[in-house]
DNA sequence: GCTTGACTTAGAGCGCGCTCGAACTCGCAG
DNA sequence: CTGCGAGTTCGAGCGCGCTCTAAGTCAAGC
């Protein structure tokens, strides 16, 4: 697969791929074929998915490189990449709570202008 | 009410207050005191919980600012705030939604963990 | 009178996460 | 042979939202 097809299926640009790579977000460097290019596997574009839904419910680069760390040590890590999950999952769950709350006073506000303009 | 109160009440630090207040956000800027300090009233503080609150949702001071200058202009304004809220309520509902379908695959992940570790 | 502490200003600096530009190399079609 | 398009590298730049620094003013307490 090419940066471009990746891009399409993770829905990050191919500046945004180089980018993590750099960072130290993938497992591993993908290899390149003949004309230098990239070419990423499935499981490649995976691993990508993942890291974009991670950051899509706000873990920080820094989160990601430490997921990766962990990953790219192996099985033994099992456990404790579980753990960065569950505690990212709290995190995240605890954001749509302060979210439906902050909300709620949204939606107060908007009662308010209801009331204001004769509850058309 | 002092600087320090408000940025109390509302969780932002004084510098922030200054600088929402350099960037338009404020109905007006607080009068001074004697001393040359910001006084502020309760209402101060009410719309700038609530600029808070937005902020919290996710819009951006650019949207703060559009709003302000709506309030500003008063109650010919109230329709064009309410809509402005509306759509922003939309933006969130759906950014909860996304957040949600992702937590959907973080916790599919952790599952996977839970098998791969023999569901201790 | 001096220190302390809360405030003031203008403006610089920063951390994050990209995002882009410039210059280059390939492979292929016309 | 000449484009063209898709990729490459390195490094700079950017937008956002603060965040902080420096230097100053003022009021109250010792």
Chains 1, 2 share one sequence.
Do not use: C, F
């Amino acid at each position: 697969m090419t940066i471009a097809q990746v891009a399409e299926r993770t829905g990050l640009t191919a500046h945004t791929l180089r980018y993590y790579e750099r960072t130290g977000l993938l497992l591993e460097p993908p290899p390149r074929g003949g004309n230098g290019h990239r070419r990423y596997t499935d499981r490649d574009a995976d691993w990508i998915r993942l890291l974009s839904r991670l950051r899509g419910t706000g873990m920080s680069i820094a989160g990601l490189r430490r997921y990766a760390d962990l990953a790219r040590r192996g099985e033994d890590t099992y456990a404790a990449r579980k753990e960065l999950l569950e505690a990212h999952r709290a995190d995240v769950v605890a954001k749509i709570e302060q979210l439906q709350d902050d909300l709620a006073h949204v939606d107060y506000k908007v009662e308010i202008y209801d009331k204001l303009m004769g509850e058309r």
